[in-house]
């Protein structure tokens, strides 16, 4: 396979097969502009008020341009040209872009002796990616600040405290994370049609393959955060704390409420509402003694998050194991295990497995609506989300004469996470499978009833190898 190489102006690479060379020359250019504007205004008033403005205007443009060709099992690989390849094995393609945006930003200040402060900001996006009506959202943020320790009651007590300082803000974000032009219908190739009556000929036919939602707009999201900034004993001891509430409305992803049967691909739509909220804190201490200095840094974040709406296929909505809203996102779901099967007489007088027949040793699941057999319906919430609702960390640092050591400790907790890989599947027949020796050791068999694992089975079992409480 030859690619042309523009810098060295000569052809790289040659793996011929045996059916020949193969042999892509590709064409690529791309092009942005960028303009930015901005005025700020700064006043002092009677030496303690401090006034601030500023704006700022930006947009962009970029738009570019590709194409490539190719031949495919030259009988003479010594000529690297596309005219020297067969003609009846060649392939090409080629597609334009273009994209811009333009914004802007306002912000207004107070401050008095650094004691009292106030901030005010504005920001207007316009995304392409939306209809006209949707394309602008105006994005808000306020903010204030009380320091204090710079009031003259913290004064005697000003040789411990050395600052305190309280915070709140409010502000409103918002996101264009989809594809574009989800707003007009896509057609797409790929299915013949035959054209002509006498004589028809096949061709290739275009259809409609997406709906178009003239109603896509912007993905926002409102953030309230009150906090703390505190430090003591001449700045020896540090500390910070947050308390924040997000919440994140109009959430851009694909509809998926609708049967695949429709033969429509469903434009991304904004289906969901999410809530987070949590705390988030930061200790450090820091010292020297004689030439010794060093500092202990410790972090910690507990963040919980619930989907308050969103827009699932009619049958998992309606099933309350299996509904989302209400949930943590990324919720694990799967099979709720009741242990091992101890006979196989157990087995056929228990709800029967759609996916491969129980026997003694084998996963034994619950039948969650009492149908008698064990399926998608009898999946449940399992476990919590897969990203720790708690994370924290501590940082150790030391210097001496010009020598430093750093320790950094990092942990997560209020998770669920299940095994991967061949921990998950170990008794799946295929290749790659494999077994570990821990889980031959420790499977189940009649002489090992209390086992840790299910037993082994040549040619693989299904039955085992489901997502559940299990693993």
């Known amino acids: 396979f030859y690619i042309w190489n523009k810098i060295l102006g000569e052809y790289d690479g040659s793996s011929p097969n045996k059916e020949g060379a193969d042999l892509k020359e590709s064409f690529e250019q791309n092009q942005s502009y960028t303009f930015e504007a901005q005025a700020s205004y700064n006043k002092t008033i009677a030496k303690d008020h401090q006034l601030g403005a500023l704006f700022v205007f930006t947009t962009s443009q970029g738009q570019g341009d590709d194409f490539w060709a190719a031949r495919y099992k030259y009988q ?104 574009r032009f989800r707003y007009m219908s896509a057609y797409g190739t790929g299915d013949n049609a035959v054209f002509g009556g006498q004589s028809p000929e096949i061709a290739i036919g275009y259809t409609e393959n997406r709906f178009p939602n003239p109603n896509i707009t912007w993905e926002t999201s409102e953030m309230f955060n009150v906090g703390v900034d505190a430090s003591f004993f001449n700045s020896k001891l540090t500390l910070e704390a947050d308390y924040f509430y997000k919440i994140t409305r109009d959430i851009l992803r694909e509809r998926t409420d609708m049967p695949g049967i429709l033969g429509y691909k469903l434009p991304a739509a904004n289906v969901g509402t999410v809530d987070n909220r949590g705390i988030d804190m930061n200790l450090s201490h820091r010292n020297t003694v004689g030439e010794f200095n060093y500092s202990v840094t410790g972090n910690l974040t507990w963040a919980r998050n619930k989907v308050i709406d969103l827009l699932e296929p009619a049958g998992q909505k309606n099933n309350p194991n299996t509904r989302i809203t209400g949930r943590p996102m990324n919720q694990q779901f799967g099979y709720e295990a009741l242990g091992l099967f101890q006979s ?74 299940g095994y991967t890989g061949f921990l998950a599947h170990p008794y799946s027949e295929g290749k790659g499978s494999t077994l570990f020796e821990h889980h031959i050791n420790n499977t189940w068999t009649p002489e090992n009833r209390d086992a840790e694992f299910p037993r082994l089975y040549y040619g693989g079992n299904p039955n085992n190898n489901y997502t559940s409480s299990f693993w």
């Open 344 to 417: 196989d007489e157990e087995a056929d007088n228990s709800p029967q497995p759609q996916f491969g027949k129980a026997k003694a040793g084998d996963i034994k699941y619950k039948d969650q609506n009492g149908d008698g057999i064990i399926d998608a319906e009898d999946k449940v919430a399992i476990g919590r989300s897969k990203f720790p609702e708690l994370v924290f960390g501590l940082n150790l640092n030391g210097e001496y004469k010009g020598f430093d050591i750093q320790l950094f400790f990092q942990g997560a907790g209020l998770t669920t996470y």
């Open 76 to 179: 003479i690989s010594s000529i690297h040209q596309l005219f020297a390849g067969p003609d009846k094995d060649k392939d090409n393609s080629g597609k334009a872009k273009e994209d811009a945006k333009v914004g802007s930003v306002f912000r207004l200040t107070y401050n008095y002796k650094e004691k009292y402060m106030l901030e005010a900001n504005g920001r207007i996006d316009g995304s392409e990616k939306f209809p006209k009506a949707k394309r602008y959202g105006f994005f808000p943020s306020v903010s204030a600040a009380w320091r204090i320790s710079s009031e003259p009651f913290m004064e005697p007590v000003e040789h411990i405290v050395n600052n305190l300082k309280i915070r709140t803000s409010w502000g409103k974000a918002g996101t264009d994370n989809i594809g």
